[in-house]
């Protein structure tokens, strides 16, 4: 069994030298690596050229297009059986191919996926945001938890899938969640996914709140986007950050108008949230950024969802609905 592990790459020598070091450390090395570089100004062949005898390595250099097409062109130029995509964010555990061949042996599926964990190496702010991204209070464990609202989906810091499913349902769509759009494109087409929460990744993420605060709302606008290339798509795990913004508000607004009482519920929340955080970390200084870190986490998201809503859904505007029909199909 071989896997080819595809990454696009837009100006990210340093990060890549990390996913690099970590792919050489590997107990396992059935894989190959195919770098897309999507137009960088900072191009990271240099790098890559260290690692050259480490493991089998293949790297592309195109005009900027998007990490999409980027991620299609690795898959045109893959050999292996298994194609699998990290982010060029990601740092990968020594035993992961181990461990992953492992489990493919066992449970052989079609699609898989896997959660992602902060490194003892991330900054006390990257650990933050990386427990509200995983954290139930927070996401629902819809990343890959152990208890979780909604059916698992793969994402593409931590995803793979078979050569036959890249030749049935064809490569990636330019557009935001592209991933999540890919999963189900498999799942509909009759394809098997599974969640090996063994087979994680530290994924980096954003390294400060302003870049993860932009990150969730775009999440939040597209979730809509997929409710409306997919109806049947959007659960109430993807409602609660709206929900909870217009509960906050509404909170506030009586908290000062009638009684502070009504801002209990949201200080018991914010509280669970620190507790939890330093249960799961225990630092005190991580638990205590996780409190912003879930507020934008909450807030961004639920905005992007409300906007794009109200925009597209209500009002019926910024949207081509036979476009997203013929995307639907595949067409």
Known sequence: MKFSIIVPVYNRIAEVEDLLQSLAAQTVKNFELVIVEDGSTERCDTAIAR????????????????????????????????????????????????????????????????????????????????????????????????????????????????????????????????????????????????????AFVYHKRRVDFKKFLRQVYVFGMSRVTLKLLYPNSLKLVHLLPALFVIATVAMLVCGTLISPYFLLPLALYFILVMVFAFISTGSLIISLKALPASVIQLGGYGIGFIYAFTKKIIFRQGRDVSEEVMMRKGK
């Open 51 to 198: 690692y050259a005898k480490s493991f089998e390595i293949k790297y592309i250099y195109k005009e900027n297009e998007g990490r999409s097409i980027a991620r299609n062109v690795g898959m045109e130029n893959a050999t292996g059986d298994y194609f699998v995509f990290f982010d060029s964010d990601c740092v990968i555990p020594e035993k992961y191919f181990e461990i992953l061949s492992n489990c493919l042996k066992v449970s052989p599926v079609d699609c898989f996926g896997g959660p992602d964990a902060a490194h003892d190496s991330f900054s006390s702010t990257q650990k933050a945001i990386n427990y509200t991204m995983t954290s139930f209070l927070t996401t629902g464990g819809i990343r890959g938890g152990k208890i979780s609202l909604e059916k698992f989906v793969p994402r593409t810091f931590n995803m793979g899938f078979s050569r036959l499913v890249y030749e049935r349902v064809g490569g990636f769509r330019e557009m935001f969640s592209e991933d999540i759009d890919m999963s189900m494109r498999i799942r509909n087409a009759g394809f098997t996914i599974s969640l090996f929460t063994e």
